[in-house]
C-alpha cells in the first residue's frame, strides 16, 4: 500500500526558513514527476513547485524565487526548501505525483506550514 508522508513543517516568523521532506512507502518516487502542493483553510490546493524525474523544475507564480525543490532520488526523497516566508504561505503543503501524471498516488496527512510573528 502506498503511503506518502511529509515532514519538515512548523511555526516560523516571517523572513524566515523551512526544509519541507516527502518520502513514500510502497512506491519509488523517483519514477514519478513529483510536485508540492499546499491548501489553506478556506481555499483550494495549489500546486506550489514540481520537479521531472530529470530534476526539471517549475514554481508557482507566487513562489517568486523563495522556494527550491529537489529530489535525491538514491533516498527516493523530494524536497522543498522555502525562504523568505510570509504569512500568506500558511498552509497544508503535500507532495504527489506533478498535474500531468496519470497517476496521483493516495494523499498524506500532509505538514502545516505556520508563517506568523
Known amino acids: 500500500q502506498v503511503q506518502l508522508v511529509e515532514s519538515g513543517g512548523g511555526l516560523v516568523q516571517p523572513g524566515g526558513s523551512l526544509r519541507l521532506s516527502c518520502a513514500a512507502s510502497?512506491?519509488?518516487?523517483?519514477?514519478?514527476?513529483m510536485a508540492w502542493y499546499r491548501q489553506a483553510p478556506g481555499k483550494q490546493r495549489e500546486l506550489v513547485a514540481g520537479i521531472s524525474t530529470f530534476a526539471g523544475s517549475h514554481y508557482g507564480d507566487f513562489v517568486k524565487g523563495r522556494f527550491t525543490i529537489s529530489r535525491d532520488n538514491a533516498k527516493d526523497t523530494v524536497y522543498l526548501q522555502m525562504n523568505s516566508l510570509k504569512p500568506d504561505d500558511t498552509a497544508v503543503y503535500y507532495c504527489?505525483?506533478?498535474?500531468?501524471?496519470?497517476?496521483?498516488?493516495?494523499w498524506g496527512q500532509g505538514t502545516q506550514v505556520t508563517v506568523s510573528a
Open positions: 510502497g512506491r519509488r518516487l523517483s519514477l514519478y514527476d
Open positions: 504527489n505525483t506533478d498535474r500531468w501524471v496519470l497517476t496521483t498516488l493516495p
